[in-house]
């Protein structure tokens, strides 16, 4: 059984009125070895290497294809597309960007020369693939409370300095420990944790995996 939490709108979204929406509750992300493991466990014949290789292949395909305009279809699944959005680089830091411009004899001189990039994947997923997993869901209220937007009240400075803090004392740090200090909710606090970590120069490691994960102070190999 999943949880969900019930989230208020912040105000500038919903035009003055109280709206609310229920939010999954997540607390855990499948890492690729364990997609893995459990896609072979669903079926015996299809070795982890196998599936390795077909998602691989997959990953490749999109790469190829998708800035080439095209949408791709996978019946169950859902159809992957393109976003895109204006790279705000300026054409002195952007070199195709510059040589585009000087190229380009319809530009607006007068006009800055914006570059486009990919934005985001977008995933419309199969309504297949909803109504089967409405079947087997049954979602629990985590909490009575209705959380309500509120700006962060450490930024991110001080929270990785609240979360070494933690790390000092207790030699590793769980996401209770971070949610509780950072006053944030646990799926935030958990996004939170990812986006620090990824971070090539954070100070803060993670070890560990699902309910055995903690983070540590990283060790700097020289």
Known sequence: MANYILQELPAGMSDGKKVVFPKMDAYNMLEYDKVLEEISNQDSTLHKGTIRNVLDALTKMMITWLPEGHSMKIDGLGIFSLSLEFDTTTPSENKEAKQQKKGDANDDPKTSYRHVRIKKINFKPDAKLIAEMNKKSDFERATPEVLVPRKEKYNLQERIAIALDIIKKKGFMT?????????????????DLKKIVASPDSPIAVQGSH?????IKKVNKE
């Not at 996401?175 to 996004?191: C, E, H, I, M, V």
């Not at 309910?211 to 983070?215: E, N, R, T």
């Open 175 to 191: 996401l209770p420990d971070y949610t509780s200090a950072t006053k944030q909710s646990r799926s935030g606090a958990s996004n």
């Open 211 to 215: 309910s055995h994960k903690v983070w």
